[in-house]
């Protein structure tokens, strides 16, 4: 009997995976932070022998190598991806034999990237599932833009007929058990499935259900940005990464915390953004460990700033420098825990709370300014006339297109919107919050 266990991380929106038959087992696509895979292996009884990449990921820093290193399991990498260390290199219909009873079978199926690889599980003789990395997905399939323009075109292409051939290789009952797509902005769309089957794909993926011209036009027209750390990924990947750091950063008091908000670090702030606008430290950016935390430091952050983290707890501390690590953000130059008035001696700044009711209301006393820090691609969907449309990912480089005087920002939810709050009061910026769904906003005749 084999059990799949998945290893989600949802601030990622990815998923790795160990598949053991209570003896050995293998892993696919581990995350950085290997000790998560470890733990259930232990907990499992099973043996790590062999661990497997479906491509070369470009949202996240591996931890396939550094897994390898410590439990001496072979680590299978396409053997046209050009590392810069020791691997078991793979090809289209190589098997891996894990155990006399379960092995893998590699399946080209380039289109996320040009080496990607799926792989088709085997137990006792019949295909009970197919790893499927960003390839198939859920409703969906791994974006084929991430390489550049230049290899969109041949990759969405590629991805249609892998898509394809997957859907023609495997039974219908066989698992699909993919990567990306619970949040992942590899994701070329969202869904909200959690577990599906090649037989459900068949009948409801529009990779499978449309013809090849329209599924390509589609899915081009509906791609939207992507997190700007991502160049980063690919590289580090290449190279080879190591087993984080987790060792707890050095502590830093209020005076060395007032230096480095004076010299333009980043302090980031990881409590909850109700709980930051009440009261924080003038200058600190709020990008709560309640969200996609990494995912908005590494879109946010030009890379390689030396950023210090501010928790309520040691252990929020903790969660956060590991989230950060998975995007390869080694170095944490300092954190602190307790509340404001332990990080500072000064007046703690603050700013309103609000719903899109208030904003309906005030609007009928007053001219304020709203910002919607949606993508673009949400923006063109329906907004509020006269707001200016500062996308999330831009609101560092754009803060200056703020308008003067009482702003009131907002986003799909109220995440987002405190994030960027948070960087326009750090500014001097007198700014209002609406942490609330856009839907509402609808509801009460504000959006267009």
């Known amino acids: 009997m084999v059990e799949i266990i998945p290893v989600d991380t949802p601030s990622l929106g990815d998923r790795s995976y160990l598949a053991h038959d209570g003896e050995v087992a293998v892993v696919v696509d581990p995350q950085r932070d290997v000790d998560r895979v470890l733990g259930l292996a232990e907990e499992a009884g099973v043996r790590i022998t062999d661990i497997v990449e479906t491509h070369i990921h470009n949202d996240y820093v591996t931890g396939g190598l550094a897994l390898a290193r410590l439990t001496g399991a072979r ?12 691997r078991q290199p793979i090809s289209d219909g190589d098997v891996v034999e894990v155990s006399p009873s379960m ?47 230049d290899n969109t075109d041949t990759l969405v292409h590629e991805q249609y007929a892998s898509a394809h051939r997957l859907a023609e290789r495997l039974p219908d009952d066989a698992q699909v058990l993919p990567t990306h797509g619970f949040g992942s902005f590899c994701s070329a769309t969202q869904s909200e499935a959690t577990s599906s089957t090649i037989g459900q794909e068949k009948q409801s993926n529009p990779v499978l259900t449309q013809d090849e011209e329209q599924w390509v036009r589609e899915l081009l027209d509906g791609l939207d940005v992507y997190p700007a750390y991502y160049a980063h990924m690919g590289p580090a990947n290449l190279a080879g990464p190591g087993a984080p750091d987790l060792d707890r950063p050095e502590p830093v008091d209020k005076d060395e915390l007032r230096k480095r908000i004076e010299n333009g670090e980043w302090v980031v702030d990881l409590r909850t953004g109700e709980t930051f606008a009440a009261g924080h430290v003038p200058g600190t950016f709020n990008i709560g460990i309640d ?16 950023i210090t983290l501010l928790g309520e707890t040691p252990e929020q501390v903790a969660e956060a420098q590991r989230e950060l690590v998975r995007i390869g953000i080694d170095e944490i130059a300092g954190s602190a825990t307790g509340e404001p008035h332990d990080w500072t001696d000064g007046e703690l700044g603050s700013f309103p709370i ?77 700014v209002v919050v609406v942490n609330d769904d856009f839907e509402k906003a609808k509801e009460l005749g504000l959006s267009g």
């Open 75 to 86: 680590y299978h990498v396409n053997a046209e991806d050009p590392v810069a260390y020791d």
């Open 103 to 149: 092995t893998l079978t590699a399946i080209a199926t380039p289109g996320h990237t040009y080496t990607h690889l799926s792989y088709a599980l085997t137990v006792d003789g019949q295909d009970i599932g197919v790893f499927t990395g960003g390839s198939l997905l859920f409703g969906s399939t791994g974006r084929p833009d991430l390489l550049g323009p």
């Open 291 to 306: 969200g996609q935390f990494s995912t908005y430091v590494g879109w946010l952050m030009p890379w390689g700033e030396h």
């Open 354 to 430: 609000a719903t899109f009711a208030d904003l309906a209301q005030v609007r009928h006393h007053r001219d304020v300014s709203v910002v919607d820090v949606r993508r673009e691609q949400e923006w063109e969907e329906g907004h509020i006339p006269d707001a200016v449309n500062i996308p999330i990912h831009e609101i560092v480089a754009r803060a200056d297109e703020v308008p003067d005087g009482e702003v009131w920002v907002h986003c799909a939810g109220g995440y987002r919107a405190t994030v960027a709050g948070s960087v326009i009061a750090a500014r001097g910026g007198q």
